[in-house]
């Protein structure tokens, strides 16, 4: 036991300094043996295991304060010159660390040393665990120390760093020890200051990025905060960033940018899709005037877009996949074109064509018989089925089916050579291929029909007149979609003719084109002659 031992001491255990006493522990021992024991001295393990029995609390708090255990003790203390006497030196101590092995007290004018007191106690105990002698701090000037003592500190230190680097990186203890040795991060202050100067001065966030990539790699964020006060971590992130990617210092190279037009060929194909019946229509009357960038003025004849213009890009966009046209410019390019040109969007094709009109028309009134049959027992699904095939073929036939139809095809909804012959020697022609492709669309809107045409007869009507105006309603209907299929059909062919005549044209030669029969017989009744 160290110091004056306890009554029931044996004294055959050495006093330890681990087993450190507290300063509960000495006021335990004070006030039941009256012997004054110092805090944090060592004693041995039956006089701690003994003076545990008496103990009827642990030590829970961090600091003990001075008025708080005056308060609370006064009753123990004889007279109050020797409370206060005790009590002043109890209050000189600071509880720092609690551990299973006892508590440590430094004194409480220095947090300083009470964390190297913790340091200096791991440090002995890493060392102790790697099979060391511990190593005694230096008190002394390095400089006034003798060699040996110096050379005993620098083994000592070797011994450490190795165990330290053997835990860190395993195996590669040289490598890493020899890139502590190399790596400097010391710059001049002058140099540092010289560097946050040129940053601050500078207004670009590139060239403050550049110049401060030169350090951001060598030196830390707080260090360099202190010369630069408004340093963000972005920044400083993005300047380290800047010197690994870049280079230090290093501007960014900028990279040109050339944006070419749309070329002549570009411009040829697309006016060529656009002005074919199938997307854009003449008008019989009216013209517009083209002004050119030249300041030239053209007279052309009004025409009409059969669809809105993002429709006709799309569609021209398809007609290129299909086709294997590669050079296609941008989506913006070609609506500028339409823009110029300046076509009317088609609202009503009444007056124009008369087949276009009547067949969307017929569809709108197959959907109100479609309607009445799911009255009359079809049911829901079935009207939203047929609906839905007679709205998406009512656009197939407006915009998509003209694309489609070819001289010779494999499908034979879109092959003209066979569609149009109509097995008579004189208008009939041979296909040199099979029609064994179908077309989803077409095969849908014939199901449809059919199945309209059955229903209308295999329906239970509410009453005869309902029976007959509801047939005669969706025969005349399916006739007229039939036979709208049958003239965009044949206006593809008609204007593949067309378009052989013209480039056969002699300089002789001219094209009429009539056609009175639309122009002049009157569409309504008591139709007015400027209509």
């Known amino acids: 036991m160290a110091g004056a031992p306890l009554p029931n001491c044996s004294k055959k255990h050495k006093a330890s300094t681990y087993n450190s006493i507290s ?17 944090g001295a060592g004693f041995c393990r039956q006089c701690r295991g003994d003076l545990n029995v008496h103990l009827t609390e642990k030590v829970q708090p961090d600091t003990i304060e001075t008025s708080s255990s005056v308060e609370n003790e006064n009753q123990h203390f004889g007279g109050e010159s020797q409370k206060e006497t005790e009590l002043d030196e109890i209050s000189e101590f600071t509880l720092s660390q609690t551990s299973d092995a006892g508590s440590i007290w430094l004194p409480s004018g220095s947090q300083e040393s009470d964390s190297c007191n913790l340091k200096r106690k791991a440090l002995d105990n890493f060392i102790s665990i790697c099979g060391a002698s511990s190593v005694k701090t230096l008190s002394s ?13 620098i083994l000592k230190t070797k011994k450490i760093l190795a ?18 040795i ?6 001049e202050p002058q140099f540092l200051e010289d ?20 350090v951001a790699n060598k030196v830390s964020y707080c260090k360099m905060k202190n010369l630069i006060p408004n340093l963000s971590h972005y920044k400083f992130g993005a300047a380290r960033k800047h010197a690994s990617s870049v280079g230090q210092g290093q501007q960014v190279p900028n990279e040109g940018r050339t944006r070419e037009g749309i070329t002549n060929a570009q411009i040829s194909h697309f006016l060529d899709f656009i002005t074919s019946p199938a997307i854009m229509t003449d008008l019989p009357y009216g013209e517009s005037n083209l002004k050119l960038s030249t300041g030239d003025v053209i007279t052309v ?19 290129c996949d299909e086709t294997l046209f ?81 001289k010779d095809s494999e499908v034979a909804d879109h092959c003209c050579r066979y ?80 378009k052989d005549i013209l480039e056969n044209l002699e300089d002789h030669e001219i094209l009429l084109e009539r056609d009175w029969a639309m122009k002049f017989i009157p569409m309504q009744y008591r139709e007015s002659q400027s209509n």
Request: aromatic share 10%.
């Open 419 to 498: 569609a149009l012959s109509d097995g008579s020697e004189d208008y009939s022609s041979t296909c040199n291929h099979f029609h064994s492709n179908s077309c989803r669309q077409c095969a849908e809107l014939h199901r449809v029909l059919i199945s309209l045409v059955e229903t209308s007869e295999q329906i239970e009507y509410e009453n005869e007149n309902q029976k007959d105006d509801t047939k005669y309603i969706v025969s005349e209907g399916v006739r007229a979609v039939q036979e709208w299929k049958k003239h965009v059909l044949r206006t593809v062919n008609q204007n593949d003719a067309r």
């Open 141 to 153: 000037d390095w400089n006034a120390c003798s060699e040996r003592t110096k050379r005993d500190y």
């Open 182 to 187: 190399k790596y400097d991060d010391n710059f």
């Open 23 to 39: 300063l509960l522990q000495s006021y335990e021992i004070w006030k039941q043996y009256k012997i004054v024991v110092p805090v």
């Open 326 to 406: 590669q050079d296609k410019a941008s989506y913006s390019s070609y609506m500028r074109i339409l823009h110029s040109v300046g076509p009317t969007v088609r609202r009503s094709m009444k007056g124009l064509d008369n087949y276009a009109a009547d067949g969307s028309k017929a569809i709108e009134t197959l959907q109100k018989a479609v309607e009445l049959f799911c009255r009359l027992g079809k049911g829901k699904c079935w009207l939203d089925n047929i609906c839905r095939v007679l709205s998406t073929s009512k656009q197939y036939l407006k915009l998509e089916y003209k694309m489609h139809v070819m």
């Open 195 to 214: 560097v946050a100067a040129s940053y601050m001065s500078s207004v670009d966030w590139g060239t403050q990025r550049q110049i401060l990539s030169i």
């Open 163 to 180: 165990e330290v680097l053997s835990v860190l990186a395993p195996g590669q203890q040289e490598h890493v020890l020899e890139a502590v």
């Open 301 to 319: 004849p009004k025409i009409i877009l059969n669809s809105i213009r993002s429709h006709v890009i799309d569609q021209y966009f398809s007609y």
